[in-house]
């Protein structure tokens, strides 16, 4: 019994990670990217939570809002300056950090089940 649903090609699911990649629909990617269900991986330029500014969270805040944004701080987790976590509270946004690779099971079970997750990933 296949128990896993089937996915259109166009939905942007993580279908591996490990020690400096995440992969996505089988494109390997070695920096920090972003990317929705129905929205590519982008380069995001956030390699480390010490190099975020205002502008990357910016860049997460897309039209239309996503539901919660995940943010994968690398092999650990780190917590977010306060004054970036703002910014999405602000906008009303649902957010979790944690470390990549748990950011990348969740966003696959959330992905999954239809919910407008983003994935912004920094990979070490």
């Given amino acids: 019994m296949k128990l896993q649903p089937d996915f259109s090609p166009d939905t942007q699911m993580v279908s591996a990670y490990g020690p400096g990649y995440v992969e996505v629909n089988g494109v390997r990617h070695t920096s920090a990217c972003v990317f929705a269900p129905q929205q590519s991986p982008?380069?995001?330029?956030?390699?480390?939570?010490?190099?975020?500014?205002?502008?990357?969270?910016?860049?997460?805040?897309?039209?239309?809002?996503?539901?919660?944004?995940?943010?994968?701080?690398?092999?650990?987790?780190?917590?977010?300056?306060?004054?970036?976590?703002?910014?999405?509270?602000?906008?009303?946004?649902?957010?979790?950090?944690?470390d990549t690779a748990a950011a990348c099971r969740t966003y696959n079970i959330l992905a999954g089940e239809g919910r407008h997750v983003l994935a912004a990933l920094m990979i070490e």
Avoid at 45 to 71: F, N, Q, R, S, T
């Fill in 42 to 98: 982008k380069p995001w330029g956030a390699e480390h939570v010490g190099a975020l500014l205002p502008a990357h969270i910016d860049a997460l805040l897309l039209d239309p809002l996503p539901e919660v944004v995940l943010i994968g701080t690398g092999r650990e987790q780190h917590l977010l300056p306060a004054a970036l976590m703002r910014q999405l509270i602000s906008r009303r946004i649902g957010w979790e950090v944690m």
